[in-house]
């Protein structure tokens, strides 16, 4: 399917213009769809296919659109009618900075993405290779008789420490990333419970809960600016992300500002560990669950290798480990909705979208759509075998987003996911222990409850 293959169908009103979008089902007076979409995030999200391509939700007083559609969901973010913004990016603004990338529209947002591209880039990926490794194998050593392995804290240490030593190298860093990864975890839960419950006042009652989130997102921000500091007294200057960004300069060729710098070390370390974390968890619950595909993963590692430490240089050659990640992100995506806000007045699918609309879509609900995929919920990482993975529908499976937000970090990802599966599935059996809870956690990202495994040394 292609974007112009969901392209009207004709709904023109009589009046010669694109007519409104039908109205989800099951609004209810006052609060619309408001409480469907708190009780139950991810199943109100899926069933919206079922009343439209794009629909309207009503949340309280507010109209929001819903785009279900793949193709659909492709326009919208390849194109310029739609910008980031809207009271979720409002939020994150709040507590993590106004001039980071992640929230930057137009001129500032293309220069923001020229510095930081480079550091991303498909032939620069190879220079991390011996960092993840040593990460990747770090685990090995730590998980040796470890007993019972927390896969929250575990997952955050890798992300974190491969983060913040890939992109702004520097000996410091091993020890900062503890405290980064500690930081980040409290944020990241306290942060999704103020943007759905926005408790204004309340959330800086002196309660204990709110204590401690002050503390982490202050430990976050004293830490960053430790950071650049110390880069800045060390006078060196590593190729590196943190180098890009002091040495950048504004459109009028002056260098940026302090607190754009900062802001752009938050907007880079935020995203780049929860969704990583995130990720890192679910493939923990699938090779606890599905030891087979561990099996597999763990044959296609050895006869790559003959046995020897998986090196980053045979990451491309792990043909069903890269599968079986692909389908963990296809069932269990990080980012499981995004939002968008139109800066025109411009249509969708033949539908009509007001200027200063917010749209909604989860890459959850299309990445499980039946229209997309055969036995949509099995667990089945052979479907992105080349001669299946044809007949997936464009924009069915966009994990990282496309056009101009799209995630600078997919090769970068991909790499170490890649590296710590191998390493993860060719040394251990993982097996879920009593107390372990692998439900999904809704939150800024999708993970597990509180997902804690055995590791077994094979
Ligand atoms: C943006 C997914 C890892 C940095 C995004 C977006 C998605 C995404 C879907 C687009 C958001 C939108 O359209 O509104 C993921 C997934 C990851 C991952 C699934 C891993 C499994 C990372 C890492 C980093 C990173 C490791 C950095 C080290 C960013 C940044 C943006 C972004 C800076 C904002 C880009 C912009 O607005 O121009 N990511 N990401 N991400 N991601 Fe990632």
Sequence with gaps: MTVESVQPEDRTEAAGRPAEPPLAGGAVPALGHGLKLV????????QLRDHGDV????????????????????????????????????SLEDLLGKEGVATANGSLHRRQRRTIQPAFRLDAIPAYGPIMEEEAHALTRRWQGAGTVDCTAESFRIAVRVAARCLLRGAYMDERAERLSGALATVFRGMYRRMVVPLGPLYRLPIPANREFNRALADLHLLV??????????????DDLLTALLEAKDDNGDPIGEQEIHDQVVAILTPGSETIASTIMWLMQVLAEHPEHADRIRAEVESVTGGRPVAFEDVRKLTHTNNVIVETMRLRPAVWILTR??????????????????????????????????????????????????????????????????CPSDHFSMAQLSLITAVMAT???????????????????????????RALPR
């Design 39 to 46: 009780r139950d995030p991810l199943g109100f999200m899926a």
């Design 55 to 90: 629909v309207r939700l009503r949340l309280g007083p507010k109209t929001v659109y819903a785009v279900t559609a793949p193709a659909l969901t492709g326009a919208l973010a390849l194109s310029p009618d739609y910008i980031i913004s809207g009271p979720l990016w409002e």
């Design 225 to 238: 600016d430790e950071i650049v500091a110390e880069r800045r007294a060390s006078g060196q200057k590593p």
């Design 341 to 406: 806000r139109a800066v025109t007045d411009t249509e969708l699918g033949g539908y009509r979208i007001p200027a200063g609309a917010d749209i909604v879509y989860s890459p959850y609900a299309v990445q499980r759509d039946p229209r997309s995929y055969a036995d949509h919920l099995e667990f089945d990482p052979d479907r992105w075998l080349p001669e299946r993975s044809k007949d997936v529908p464009k924009f069915a499976m966009s994990p990282f987003s496309v056009g101009n937000r799209k």
């Design 427 to 453: 040394g251990f059996r993982l097996e879920q222990v009593p107390g372990s809870r692998d439900a999904t956690r809704v939150g800024i990202t999708l993970r597990p409850h509180r997902l804690l495994v």
